[in-house]
T-cell receptor, first 114, second 114 residues
């Protein structure tokens, strides 16, 4: 079974702190994604990566950066956390060229910024 | 305005009732997926539809892709409490795009009461 793990299930940080969210997948997937999920808004793509060291902005990249130094690991960084970044963060991965476009998700990290 | 509009946003029904969830867009999708997300977990793929007019059944769940590939529906027959969760539709805009990106709808939160 594909497994996507995220470093924390719950996280509480203060405004202005630097926050690291880690995601690891064990199925050698080329693509990895970071989304944030807010009620009524579904999943909004922050960044994605289709290869090591490659990254592309999604729909809402402002205030975030990412790092992918190894194929299995994709990190989301909040350089200076703000209260409007309080949300559920979901990591996902998928194969390149998979006709089904299926994405495999981690359990999520619920981040609260106070 | 979201590219994929889901309706209703919330649905609370009694066990044994039938229901339909809709996913609509003005854009054409090459494929469309339905995911279910349970509390504390990431979304899990239920089905992918690719061909206009396609109907797929998964036990009591029936999925349909519109003829023009702009909309989809999920029908649940004789709902059970285990069907409770957040249902998300997600579309792929082209047959292949970098990162195999998906666009997600806002979600339908279903509660089935025993």
């Amino acid at each position: 079974d594909v497994k996507v793990t995220q470093s924390s299930r719950y996280l509480v940080k203060r405004t202005g702190e630097k926050v690291f969210l880690e995601c690891v997948q064990d199925m050698d997937h080329e693509n990895m994604f970071w989304y944030r999920q807010d009620p009524g808004l579904g999943l909004r793509l922050i960044y994605f990566s289709y290869d090591v060291k490659m990254k592309e902005k999604g729909d809402i990249p402002e205030g975030y950066s990412v790092s992918r130094e190894k194929k299995e690991r994709f990190s989301l960084i909040l350089e200076s956390a703000s209260t409007n970044q309080t949300s559920m963060y979901l990591c996902a991965s998928s194969f390149v060229g998979a006709s089904s476009y299926e994405q495999y998700f981690g359990p999520g990290t619920r981040l609260t910024v106070t | 305005t979201q590219l994929l509009e889901q309706s209703p946003q919330f649905l609370s029904i009694q066990e044994g009732e039938n229901l339909t969830v809709y996913c609509n867009s003005s854009s054409v999708f090459s494929s469309l997926q339905w995911y279910r997300q349970e509390p504390g977990e990431g979304p899990v793929l239920l089905v992918t539809v690719v061909t206009g007019g396609e109907v797929k059944k998964l036990k009591r769940l029936t999925f349909q892709f519109g003829d023009a590939r702009k909309d989809s529906s999920l029908h649940i027959t004789a709902a059970q409490p285990g069907d409770t969760g957040l249902y998300l539709c997600a579309g792929a805009m082209s047959l292949y795009n970098a990162g195999n990106m998906l666009t997600f709808g806002g979600g339908t939160r279903l509660m089935v009461k025993p």
